[in-house]
């Protein structure tokens, strides 16, 4: 049975979301733009990404072949302070046991944003059913594949430190300064981030600072 203890609004705003994880990994500056200075601009990657969620989220509950599908689930954990939405849930072994399914727009990536994502969402639910969840998957739109992951110690582990990083960059309001990288070119915050336009004065003080000595 789905546990949810007492709202606390104190609580409540200072649970970091969980999207903020997969933010995080992906560019700490980003995740700080987003979540700390409240900036988000949306493209055309972006706005696919936004219609497949509203789609998935907005679909009916169903059963096939035994799986009850649930979906837009609101998800909190008060131990691991987190808070968000998951795509969808199916419930298996006799409807008890949650399998998290998140939705995304493109391919399987190199590193590792999207699982921490999943788990992160695994985490919620174990919290509210209390119940062990041990895998969960991805599925990628462009492949049309799904993606098993597997909640490990090392994937658990590493969920639950970029939880904690993620709630100390928001609580201090510090916003880590840009790098410029190829993955830039393709953000939908590059015109509020300006990598190109902030980073190139420190190199130009360090060309300086090189001349002078």
Not at 116 to 142: N, S
Request: net charge positive; aromatic share 6%.
């Amino acid at each position: 049975m789905m546990q949810q203890p007492p709202l606390d609004p104190d609580v409540e705003d200072a649970l970091v979301p969980v999207s903020a994880l997969q933010h995080y990994l992906f560019r700490p500056r980003q995740c700080a733009l987003i979540h700390v200075e409240r900036i988000w601009t949306e493209d055309g990657a972006t706005a696919e990404g936004r219609i497949l969620h509203e789609r998935v989220d907005g679909g009916r509950p169903d059963r096939r072949q035994g799986v009850r599908t649930a979906r837009g689930i609101a998800l909190r954990s008060l131990k691991f302070g987190l808070a968000g939405k998951a795509d969808a849930v199916e419930f298996r072994d006799k409807n008890t046991q949650p399998y998290p399914v998140e939705y995304k727009r493109g391919s399987p990536k190199a590193h590792r944003a999207d699982e921490v994502q999943l788990c992160a969402q695994a985490l919620c639910l174990e919290e509210m059913f209390d119940r062990e969840i041990d895998e969960g998957a991805l599925f990628y739109a462009r492949t049309k594949k799904r993606v098993v992951v597997r909640f490990d110690a090392a994937l658990r582990e590493l969920t639950i430190r970029i939880a904690v990083e993620v709630r100390a960059m928001i609580q201090e309001g510090v916003t880590p300064p840009p790098h410029v990288m190829p993955a830039c070119k393709r953000c939908s915050l590059l015109e509020q981030c300006r990598p190109h336009q902030i980073e190139k004065p420190k190199r130009l003080q360090l060309w300086l600072a090189r001349q002078v000595d």
